[in-house]
C-alpha cells in the first residue's frame, strides 16, 4: 500500500502532467464537445482526490470549460464524487490509452506519471534501460573517463607497431619512469643553481 504521502506526491505530479499535456493539445481552454468534457474528466479526478476538492473542482471548470453552463458542472462534480476512491485512481497505463498518448507526446513533454499506449511493457523496459546506458555513459564521461570508441581495447596500439599488448604496456610504464626521473633531477639541479646563486 502507498504510503499517503507518496500518494499525495504522485497525485500532484500527474495532475501537473495532466495540464501540461491538455494545453499543448488544447491551449488554456477545452473545446466545447465530447472530447472536451473527457479532457476535463480526466483532469477533475485527481483533483476530487486532493484537499479543498469542493472549490477547486468548481475552479478548474472555471478556467478549462468556461462554456460550461452551472447545472452541467455541478452535475459533472456530482457524478465524480459518486465514483469510489480506487476507480479514481487509474494506472499510468490505463490512464495513457484513455488519453492515447503517444511516446513523443511524453518523451517531449516529460510526462512520466503517464505510460503511452504505443508502447508495450517490454518496449518500455528497453526505453528505460537505453536511458540508463546513456545516463551511466555521460556520468563516465564527466569524471573523466575515456569513450570506448577510444580505449585501448579498441584502438589497440600494439599492433600497429607489431608487438604484444604485453610489451606495449611493459615499455609505457618505463617510459613514464623515465619522464618522472628527468623531471625530479631538472628539479633538483634548479634547486642547487638558485641555491648557489642565493649565497653567491
Known amino acids: 500500500m502507498i504510503p499517503d504521502s507518496q500518494a499525495e506526491m504522485i497525485r500532484r505530479l500527474r495532475l501537473g502532467n495532466l495540464r501540461k499535456l491538455l494545453h499543448h493539445r488544447c ?17 477533475l479526478v485527481p483533483i476530487s482526490l486532493g484537499p479543498h476538492a469542493d472549490l477547486k473542482m468548481p475552479n478548474a471548470i472555471e478556467v478549462w470549460a468556461p462554456w460550461m453552463s452551472k447545472d452541467e458542472a455541478e452535475g459533472t462534480i456530482d457524478q ?5 476512491i480506487w476507480d479514481r485512481k487509474p494506472t499510468a497505463r490505463e490512464l495513457g490509452d484513455r488519453l492515447r498518448l503517444t511516446n513523443l507526446e511524453r518523451e517531449r513533454l516529460r510526462l512520466w506519471t503517464i505510460a503511452p499506449y504505443d508502447l508495450n511493457e517490454q518496449e518500455r523496459l528497453e526505453q528505460r534501460r537505453a536511458k540508463k546506458r546513456a545516463r551511466m555513459r555521460e556520468l563516465r564521461q564527466l569524471r573523466g573517463a575515456k569513450p570506448r570508441a577510444e580505449s585501448l581495447s579498441r584502438t589497440k ?18 617510459n613514464s619512469c623515465l619522464v618522472m626521473l628527468s623531471k625530479a633531477a631538472h628539479v633538483l639541479a634548479s634547486t642547487k643553481a638558485e641555491k ?5
Not at 648557489?196 to 653567491?200: E, N
Open 27 to 43: 491551449g488554456p481552454t477545452l473545446p466545447d464537445d465530447d472530447a472536451g468534457r473527457e479532457y476535463l474528466y480526466e483532469l
Open 80 to 84: 465524480i464524487k459518486r465514483i469510489p
Open 196 to 200: 648557489t646563486r642565493a649565497c653567491g
Open 157 to 174: 596500439p600494439w599492433l600497429t607497431l607489431g608487438i604484444s599488448r604485453r610489451t606495449w604496456e611493459r615499455r609505457r610504464v618505463a
